[in-house]
């Protein structure tokens, strides 16, 4: 479909100009529509010191189907502009009452959907991702503060992790198999397929950065049983994803048999999600307490609070050894509670009855 408003047509000289006039004035003719030369532009690609004058409006950019392109700079152009939809979307969120379960669906839903479509035309570069990367995860966890390890936050809830959404990978899968059907079928803007997958050694200079953010990744990941072609983008994030932060998350102190139980009982829907998320990061050992987060401007102390109590605040010690934790306990043991506080009971929601294990309370 070629409406006059979005045909983009690339000529290198007046002649070809000259030629592609001639044929809209016939089609001018034959359909009685009439070519707006107001809103017709032409940009210089090639280099400004070879620009040859052109019967046409000058300009040093122009968009095609929502994206920039210019001489210089279309990604950055381009991506500087996404990032500042992607801070202004987030910044719809704060300050409200959000989970961490929450969070991650946000930026599933409604930051994912809009850098799709840029990165097939520019697949983000390393500053990009990791900037992206900055910026998504302060918003999970609602500070600067980097609150647990990365692996930990995309690492499945299966496994014991939060189950975000790696959004780079995902950009990065959409970009090679975009490139990879592209290849499959011969596309006209494939070139030379094996400019794609030639293995790239010293003259990576020459090489355009989007063929080897292809090539490279496709490298990265060529250990994995993958069919660029007929995976679907999901099969292939888990395929990855699984590699990447597969396995559970090793919980300091707790006996590998116990492990799926953990796992269940943090996620148990008996809970709310807010006491979800304290209930994960205690089993993760980043509740912020004082001994947590002694590194960060918060506190300048790892010392308990409590009147009286000498103690660093470790998780530990507020939930169980604290003389404070040992009354609220004493007292709730008083009105019926039969399990037994432990730190398997405290930190990862184990719980024995009289010598017998139980996957959780119900
Ligand atoms: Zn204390």
Known sequence: MAYADDIVLIINNQDELDIVNEHLKNYEKAS???????????????????????????????????????????????????????????????????????????????????????????????????RLNKLLVNFIWGTTREVAKRELLFKSRKGGGLGAMDVPLKLLITFCKTIAAGVQRNAVWVGHRSRWEKKKGRARNNIPYYVLAYSDFRAKHGHLPINWVADSNKKIYKIISND??????????????????????????????SKRDIMWLVSVGRLAVRAVVKWSCFV???????????????????????????????????????????????????????DQMYAGLA
Request: proline share 3%.
């Open 32 to 130: 009685g529509a009439k070519l707006n030369q107001h809103k017709t532009e032409a940009v210089w690609f090639g280099n400004p010191n070879n620009k040859v004058p052109l019967a046409i409006k000058d300009q040093a950019k122009t968009t095609i189907l929502g994206l920039e392109f210019s001489h210089t700079c279309s990604y950055n152009d381009n991506w500087s502009a996404k990032e500042r939809e992607v801070i202004e979307e987030l910044s719809k969120w704060e300050n409200k009452n959000t989970t961490y379960k929450l969070r991650i669906l946000i930026i599933k839903t409604f930051v994912l959907s809009k850098l799709m479509f840029l990165t097939n035309i520019f697949p983000p570069q390393a500053h990009t991702i990791k």
């Open 300 to 354: 300048k102390t790892k010392c308990c609070p409590v009147d009286g109590c000498q103690q660093d605040e470790t998780i530990d010690h507020l939930l169980l050894e604290c003389p404070r934790a040992r009354d609220v306990w004493a007292r709730i043991k008083d009105i019926g509670l039969d399990v037994e506080v432990n730190r398997n009971t405290v930190m990862f929601g184990i719980f024995v009855v009289e």
């Open 244 to 273: 990447l932060y597969g396995g559970y998350v090793l919980y300091k102190g707790l006996q590998a048999e116990h492990y799926g139980t953990c796992v269940r009982n943090i996620f148990t829907r008996d809970m709310a999600e």
